[in-house]
């Protein structure tokens, strides 16, 4: 395919979008590259107060000199971009809720009011699935009232590597495979009481989370191999 005037990456939370920053940062240059974090999933009381205010914000062109849009922001923000290359990796959303969970646990308090009612209730794991921004994290939180056909490319972050080589082709650039960034800290392989959570109320959370695995399920299955 042609090389597309402007590259659209949508960081969804613990998909592995910090090692893609950087990723695309070496590929395309650092002073090509525009880090947007207007995140709806951690909003600001200002957002709360005015939701709708990214549609207002909406840019019809990128700044000069900027090739790439890397970062937490809803998919609709960059619609008006023309020519341009629209990708995001997404993960289970029952396995990306535990994982947002445990960064949320870690993070020292943020300004949203939704990180400071989730610290001082003192929420579980199935607690915190049912908060509307978490429980439709894809489907409305990021994805709301967008067409997802318009993304050219969907990744699966349980099939990372061979993805991103995916990605590669389609982008006609060279992604260091090498470069992993883990933002939630380092992993621990040992089961603990959010993991046993899981495993026993999987159940709970495939419910709960059923419109976010069928946007899942649709958008990776359609941009599988």
């Known amino acids: 395919m042609a090389t597309p005037q402007a590259v659209i990456s949508l960081h969804m939370p613990k998909a592995g979008g910090t090692?893609?920053?950087?990723?695309?940062?070496?590929?395309?240059?650092?002073?090509?590259?525009?880090?947007?974090?207007?995140?709806?999933?951690?909003?600001?009381?200002?957002?709360?107060?005015?939701?709708?205010?990214?549609?207002?914000?909406?840019?019809?062109r990128l700044p000069e000199g900027i090739h790439v849009v890397h970062g937490h922001f809803r998919a609709s923000k960059y619609d008006l971009i023309e020519s341009a290359f629209r990708f995001t990796f997404l993960?289970?959303?029952?396995?990306?809720?535990?994982?947002?969970?445990?960064?949320?646990?870690?993070?020292?308090?943020?300004?949203?009011?939704?990180?400071?009612?989730?610290?001082?209730?003192?929420?579980?794991?199935?607690?915190?699935?049912?908060?509307?921004?978490?429980?439709?994290?894809?489907s409305r939180t990021y994805f709301g009232g967008w067409n997802t056909d318009t993304l050219d490319f969907?990744?699966?972050h349980e099939h990372r590597a061979a993805?991103?080589?995916?990605?590669?082709a389609l982008l006609n650039v060279t992604l260091d495979t090498n470069v992993w960034l883990n933002?939630?800290?380092?992993?621990?392989?040992?089961?603990?009481?959010?993991?046993?959570?899981?495993?026993?109320g999987w159940d709970s959370l495939t419910e709960l989370l059923a419109e976010d695995i069928t946007l899942y399920e649709r958008l990776t299955h359609r941009h599988a191999l």
């Not at 610290?119 to 794991?125: F, I």
């Not at 993805?163 to 590669?168: A, K, S, T, V």
């Not at 800290?185 to 993991?195: F, I, L, P, V």
Request: a neutral charge.
């Open 163 to 168: 993805d991103i080589g995916r990605l590669e």
């Open 19 to 60: 090692s893609m920053l950087e990723m695309l940062r070496r590929a395309y240059g650092p002073e090509t590259l525009l880090l947007d974090e207007d995140d709806p999933a951690i909003p600001t009381a200002e957002c709360n107060l005015n939701p709708d205010r990214w549609l207002a914000q909406r840019p019809t």
């Open 91 to 138: 993960r289970h959303p029952v396995d990306n809720v535990r994982s947002i969970y445990r960064y949320w646990k870690r993070i020292p308090p943020h300004p949203s009011p939704l990180h400071q009612y989730f610290l001082e209730k003192d929420l579980d794991l199935v607690g915190f699935a049912r908060l509307p921004t978490i429980r439709f994290l894809y």
């Open 183 to 200: 933002a939630t800290g380092s992993k621990d392989t040992r089961e603990s009481g959010d993991d046993r959570a899981v495993a026993s």
């Open 154 to 156: 969907v990744g699966r």
